[in-house]
């Protein structure tokens, strides 16, 4: 009987020692599948269809002093009574140079006043890039320190914002501005609001 219950006690004593290392490699297995799962499907996204919270609530509460040489900055307040664009942009943003001459053609056709939102960026690099390529913008707000962009929900550089006439944000476009993107969804969204 000694013996018999000393077999017992080995057995149950070392079983212990087994089954929590099962058990960790099965979690670890099930864990890292888990995380290929949803980087698998993390890679299958369009980052530009990332939907913004503030979709259909009053764009943020700020003022931003003009950019440098420019007489208007840009506040709320500014973004009411007509149906807008906000584009936030910055010199330093390679994407914001492919996009600008949109902008301009954009600007030129008076389809919509175009509001800019100059996103970290230094004041002269700023003005420079404006005078260089052409300032696309009605009002153009430097939001040096970023915080407004940051109440914005702003991802990164360049973001153009939809803003209805009750100052409210109808839409939002990650990534540069694309004639596609102008044609098939802004210009007939502008178009609605405007009805």
């Known amino acids: 009987m000694n013996a018999m219950a000393e077999q017992i006690l080995e057995n149950h004593t070392a079983a212990p020692?087994?089954?929590?290392?099962?058990?960790?490699?099965?979690?670890?297995?099930?864990?890292?599948?888990?995380?290929?799962?949803?980087?698998?499907?993390?890679?299958?996204?369009?980052?530009?269809?990332?939907?913004?919270?503030?979709?259909?609530?009053?764009?943020?509460?700020?003022?931003l002093p003009p950019v440098k040489g420019r007489a208007l900055g840009l506040a709320s307040a500014d973004l009411k009574n007509e149906v807008a664009l906000v584009n936030v942009f910055a010199s330093w943003c390679v994407a914001c140079r492919a996009e600008h001459p949109l902008l301009m053609e954009l600007r030129k056709s008076g389809i919509v006043p175009i509001h800019g939102l100059n996103y970290k960026d230094r004041p002269d690099d700023a003005v420079a890039w404006?005078?260089?390529?052409?300032?696309?913008?009605?009002?153009?707000?430097?939001?040096i320190s970023g915080r407004v962009g940051i109440d914005w929900g702003v991802y990164g550089v360049p973001e153009t914002?939809?803003?209805?006439?009750?100052?409210?944000?109808?839409?939002?476009q990650i990534g540069p501005l694309t004639p596609e993107a102008l044609r098939d969804t802004i210009i007939p969204l502008i178009d609605k609001l405007r009805q």
């Open 130 to 143: 404006l005078n260089k390529l052409g300032d696309p913008y009605t009002r153009t707000g430097a939001d």
């Open 161 to 172: 914002f939809v803003i209805d006439r009750d100052g409210r944000i109808a839409y939002k």
């Open 17 to 63: 020692g087994n089954w929590p290392r099962r058990v960790l490699y099965t979690l670890m297995f099930l864990a890292f599948f888990a995380f290929v799962a949803l980087l698998g499907t993390g890679l299958t996204m369009d980052p530009r269809t990332v939907p913004s919270p503030l979709i259909g609530k009053p764009v943020p509460q700020f003022s």
